[in-house]
């Protein structure tokens, strides 16, 4: 049975950081392209960032570009999203899925390997 599970989510000030964790069960994660999508309340999932197989690629929404640092250890079998300077707009469900990586960072279907999210709200 596939399990993809998602941790890391708080509250934080503006200007903290969290760092994300994407861990999968039953899935070799290193065959698979990941991606980092949010949900704020009231808006559409949106990509945030995405990483190719051996992480030597990688993408990020312009809202998040010199901020947020993707990466991936294949040998835990978890890729991660390191958030920095996080801000208001940042306050969203988190969360990785396998997906396509482009710049586009299209949030792909549902019957793609998803997680249950994790939470993270900037406040002060």
């Given at each position: ?107 792909p279907p549902k019957y793609n390997y998803w997680g ?9």
């Open positions: 049975q596939v399990q993809v599970v998602e941790s890391g989510g708080g509250l934080v000030q503006p200007g903290g950081s969290l760092r994300l964790s994407c861990q999968a069960s039953g899935l070799q994660l290193d065959n698979y392209v990941m991606g980092w999508f949010r949900q704020a309340p009231g808006k559409e999932r949106e990509g945030v960032s995405c990483i190719t197989w051996t992480g030597k690629t990688t993408y990020y929404a312009d809202s998040v570009k010199g901020r947020f640092t993707i990466s991936r250890d294949n040998a835990k079998n978890t890729v991660y999203l390191q958030m920095n300077s996080l801000q208001h707009e940042d306050t969203a469900m988190y969360y990785c899925a396998t997906s396509p990586c482009s710049q586009s960072l299209v949030v249950q999210g994790t939470k993270v709200t900037v406040s002060s």
